[in-house]
């Protein structure tokens, strides 16, 4: 399967701003469009945003509109979510995945998706 790795989360005050990280072990993201998740405790994962394979189009949960953007850089073979004005429900393990592009969410995972360890993001005062 595709293997992603999730990087920049932390602790981070209401109202702040994180920049989280999805990054390929061995592959070259060009081929795919990515989906950003987030998972609270005793809730459902869900989709936050997802970006095409050519980075054209984005999609984004009502909850991070006009809040989160997510981009892609094919020279650094990076997708990045970059998360402003965060609230305490923004409180989740958020995960990158390779998925089918939509309107969603949902999105769903490609055959060969799969979740990894996922990279906490903890708003609080």
């Known amino acids: 399967h595709l293997q992603l790795v999730e990087s920049g989360g932390g602790l981070v005050q209401p109202g702040g701003s994180l920049r989280l990280s999805c990054a390929p072990s061995?592959?070259?993201?060009?081929?795919?469009?990515i989906g950003w998740f987030r998972q609270a405790p005793g809730k459902e994962r869900e989709g936050v945003s997802c970006?095409?394979?050519?980075?054209?189009?984005?999609n984004y949960a009502d909850s991070v509109k006009g809040r989160f953007t997510i981009s892609r850089d094919q020279a650094k073979n990076t997708v990045y979510l970059w998360m402003n004005s965060l609230k305490p429900e923004d409180t989740a393990v958020y995960y990158c995945?390779?998925?089918?592009?939509?309107?969603?969410?949902?999105?769903?995972?490609?055959?060969?998706?799969?979740w990894g360890q996922g990279t906490q993001v903890t708003v609080s005062s």
């Open positions: 970006i095409s394979a050519s980075g054209g189009s984005t």
């Open positions: 061995g592959v070259t993201l060009d081929y795919y469009a």
């Open positions: 995945a390779p998925i089918i592009y939509g309107t969603g969410p949902p999105w769903a995972l490609t055959d060969f998706g799969s």
